[in-house]
């Protein structure tokens, strides 16, 4: 999807029942390739995250914290699904 310049990645989260969305710009090589990322779940709490498929970066579907030990950060959306249609929430500026 796109936003403006901006490229938002949405992901569906089937064996959660949930609906996630970030940039699709991965900020350690600057790749639009979020979207094509494997997701699963990370640590004791499962928090959902979405690994980078070209560095195997790992992100936070809820926070956009690098889960990989690295400083990088990337920008999640709220998504809110009614009546079988998908809805990203973005700031106007």
């Given at each position: 999807?796109?936003?403006?310049?901006?490229?938002i990645a949405i992901y569906n989260f089937k064996r959660r029942n949930e609906w996630y969305a970030t940039q699709n710009l991965c900020p350690h090589k600057q790749q639009m390739a979020l979207s094509r990322g494997m997701i699963g779940s990370a640590g004791d709490d499962c928090e959902p995250k979405v690994a980078c498929p070209f560095h195997k970066k790992t992100f936070s579907l809820l926070s956009g914290e690098c889960l990989s030990g690295d400083d990088f950060q990337i920008k999640t959306y709220p998504v809110k699904v009614m009546d079988g249609r998908v809805y990203v929430g973005i700031a106007s500026e």
């Open positions: 999807m796109r936003h403006g310049d901006e490229q």
